[in-house]
């Protein structure tokens, strides 16, 4: 049996373009021989669709294109994902399902058992659980298939009480079929490639397994389709980051075959690698996906805006990104400069708007009601908020959207301007330490210098008073950044922070710094995500709570 | 057997408050002769936690606070909420639970079953639903003990799969006792009433019911906790939006009985009573409970900045209110005028800030770029975002918080300037129709005049060009806000609601305008919930998604 397996870009809510691209690659794949193509978890819909899902009309639409599918299934048989309303009175409206369609007609439907939950999933808001498995026959094989999250109830850490393998292999199945829709995070591959083999072995059965590819605003997904033999060896993967279309025949003794070179990596890529490709597919899509081609930022000279503009430069390309020099009295020379070296080396259109005035206007309009109070964080944040002001007019003006310049580190411990420089559209390296961005910065110049090297060197600064720099209220980022990351993406208290060996008046200020800036977070662009725990709708912190640590 | 019922308000995470709050009426109880006191669902922590309940020092800290608890009760039994570890290995870490504690010791946990997982709640994220079920013997009675969601499986429309009272009464209990966390929305209370009268009569039982009162951020409990006879009729009622402990006597023959009058309110309040009263609390608990006092908002002389600044200036004392009138040069003299009638009226803070040299400085500024395009949507966003800084500046210098003055049509179709009039820390009316906005600035007049009857007669405006109206760009918030109800709280398509009878243009307008806010939306204040449906964690949609409508 001939399979193929499709791994592919869709647009959530975009039926047309989602079933136009499906009907390609049914056709395409009949063309090379194959009996049956595989397309990835909700991809009719696409994924995440969020309350999308709670509109009939949605859930039509869904069956609509189901139907137009089915019609091209002739002469092969394809796998699709869509949400389908539940035919039990009891439970939720809705079940994931697959459909198996064969011969213009659907053959057979699986609903996902485990519904994932957690961080940035909200499966069990819409979804009822499948407690029903059927294997599939198909061409003298039986498939065993199973939706994502379906084969990813560990062992050794169980989320759920159920496996629905279980149930499947007591029918005897001589393949196992897995469709997802599981979001790319710098250390998700390796994770995803353990448990998927450790399913072939248990069950020992070859596994197809087809991933999204492409960006739903702030969530990232990787492709890096899977395929293992039964006994564990990964035999192929489709690429990283990129659409694919792959054959593969399951042969009579179990065995899989396959014509072109595997393209396994030899070495899996290094986490800002990824990063650094992910990034891309996120602002590429946000703006193709949105309808929008020209992007704007603030360029302060900084490595934090140095790094994001490059990096839109190399998602739409130079022409398509406006840099803004909004220098204040307190920018520095270098600043400028630094930022005007960017800007030729990348090729990228620039504007210098200067904002002197502007927050001399805001000074001495308040002036009755500041009187002669000192110079505060109220005058700093008025430069920020003047540059938002500046860009947010040039969007309005031109038709550009803002680039959030933000990096994680910043956004953790609210050190940034709500309405300043927390503004844009879309957060790009929101999710990406500052540690990270020097590295970042550093794969951005691996082949020739694009960020001044002055840029990544010098001692980070706001440059919103006079020889401001980062350390003056935060501690260095190595130390800061280790201790969020405990905190953040560890859960840490800061009792057992301070037993790993930090300093307890840091710790004590880092995570008091993070917990009374929640209401900033709260209204901050959807931030890309690189890591297993983002700011976002991954992670779900009370606003107004009184806080532990 | 004597039953204290105690609804109170408690504060999410601050475990010294909410402990010190509950043994205190622990006391009260025991003083007053009470053989058990109710307290309400995950009292402990707070409700929601959301993912403080990640943390294990919270969990912790949760334990520690039942233990202290446990120590009063000695000659008193009481129950608690609390979430605690999941024994079992496999499922989610933590269970949703009630603690019947006597003699100092937890005699009974019982488990909630059935999770919500829909508007705004994401119980699933955090617990594993109980599949056993057990009453608790106390003083010769048996009491069949739910949380919450357990009671609200309908039969009409069955959201789960089980219902724990049809497994409790098979064990014969004399009553029913239910601990909850019921946010309020307009419509709530009356729904409440009915599907706890119908499981009163379901199972033949006396039943009592206790909630939360106060608000967590955008989430408002009204209390309103519930005593229901065996027959389904409604014996007594704690009052709304206010705490209380009240006391009963559980007769032998099922019968209940009580000294004080009873409570029940002959006519319900009102949709825009109770919306008046939550929104007070509301604002309330949102400064109490974040440790601010002071209040600032932009007074523009229209009808929604003046409702809230007389929201603000009940909840918080006129005193702890600043209004800042910020003409610029398209403001009306009425509008001014009005703006100062209000000040009068209330008797708050106010001061005058005029924009209109900050915008020309910023259209100074931007000259090379905008040369001589017309003016638009550019500079009339200028107008409100300068405004938006100048107030950030005085809470940056002050300490205030920004009240967000939106309305939820304005926030629906996305009248409004992100960056602009859509800053603040919370938004007080944005869960509240233009329409509604109306009849609650009756609701504020009904004993004098506070807000200016021009500003409740005069067409809406935003006044960012010469002679705008809203009607410029909206159709008549009659219509709006019909077509707004049906799309947003009812999720109906265009198709569906041009059937309704609305005129198509318009319905497809307001729809599309609707859907290309999203991205506005996701970066607005939380919102103080009064409706079933509010924008914010209630209602996640897509941001770069195909719209259908």
């Not at 869904?62 to 002739?74: F, G, L």
């Not at 079940?95 to 519904?115: D, H, Q």
């Not at 038709?399 to 953790?412: F, V």
């Not at 983002?534 to 709570?545: E, L, N, T």
């Amino acid at each position: 049996m001939k399979i193929a397996l499709a791994q592919l870009n869709y647009h959530v809510g975009n039926f047309e373009s989602n079933t136009n691209k499906i009907i390609q690659h049914i056709r395409e794949a009949k063309q090379n021989g194959a009996d049956l193509v595989v397309f990835a978890e909700l991809c009719v819909c696409g994924y995440p669709a969020r309350d999308f899902l709670e509109f009939n009309e949605f859930i039509t639409l869904c069956d609509e294109a189901a139907k137009t599918i089915a019609t091209e299934c002739h002469d092969i048989a394809c796998i699709i994902g869509l949400p389908t309303p539940n035919n039990n009175p009891e439970g939720k409206d809705l079940n994931n399902s697959a459909y198996f369609i064969e011969n213009g007609t659907v053959k057979a439907v699986v609903n996902k058992a485990l519904l994932p939950n957690y961080d940035i999933f909200d499966e069990y808001r819409y979804f009822e659980p499948s407690t029903q498995f059927s294997c599939i026959d198909f061409k003298g094989k039986r498939i065993a298939l199973t939706i994502c999250e379906d084969l990813w109830n560990t062992i050794e850490n169980p989320l759920y009480i159920t496996r629905p393998m279980d149930t499947l292999i007591k029918q005897k199945p001589d393949v196992m079929i897995n469709i997802a829709a599981s979001p790319f995070a710098y250390n998700h591959d390796e994770e995803r490639i353990e448990i998927l083999k450790d399913n072939a072995i248990r069950y020992n059965l070859p596994l197809f397994y087809v991933n999204h590819v492409g960006a739903q605003t702030e969530l990232i997904f990787d492709g890096g389709s899977l395929i293992f033999d039964n006994t564990g060896v990964l035999l192929d993967e489709l690429p990283y980051f990129k659409e694919a279309l792959t054959y593969y025949t399951l042969n009579d003794d179990a065995s899989v075959s396959f014509e072109h070179a595997s393209t396994i990596k030899a070495a899996h890529q290094s986490d800002i690698e990824q990063i650094h490709e992910g990034l891309i597919l996120g602002i590429k899509d946000y703006f193709y996906k949105s309808g929008f081609k020209q992007a704007i930022l603030g360029l302060s000279g900084g490595i934090d805006s140095a790094v994001v503009c490059a990096l839109a430069a190399e998602a739409l390309g130079p022409e398509n990104v406006m840099a803004v020099l909004l220098p204040s009295r307190f920018s520095s020379d270098h600043s400028i400069k630094d930022a005007e070296d960017l800007v030729k080396n990348l090729g990228c259109k620039s504007e210098t708007v200067a904002i002197a005035k502007i927050t001399e206007s805001f000074e001495s309009a308040l002036s009755p009601q500041f009187k002669n109070l000192p110079f505060n964080i109220a005058e700093e944040n008025l430069q920020s908020r003047s540059r938002a002001v500046v860009l947010m007019a040039m969007c309005n003006k031109f038709g550009y959207i803002l680039l959030n310049t933000s990096n994680k580190s910043e956004a953790a411990v609210g050190y940034g301007t709500l309405y300043g420089d927390m503004c844009g559209g879309i957060s790009v390296i929101g999710d990406v330490f500052k540690t990270q961005v020097f590295e970042l910065a550093r794969e951005i110049n691996k082949d020739r210098e694009i960020i001044p090297e002055n840029t990544i060197v010098k001692p980070p600064s706001a440059e919103l008073r006079p020889d401001q720099k980062d350390t003056d209220s935060l501690p260095e980022y190595d130390i800061l950044d280790a201790i969020l990351y405990e905190y953040i993406l560890n859960r840490r208290s800061s009792a057992e922070i301070i037993k790993l060996g930090f300093e307890e008046a840091v710790v004590r200020k880092v995570l008091r710094l993070v917990n009374i800036s929640e209401h900033k977070r709260y209204q901050t662009p959807p931030i890309l995500r690189v890591s297993p725990k983002a700011f976002g709708m991954g992670r779900r912190m009370p606003i107004v709570g009184k806080y532990l640590s």
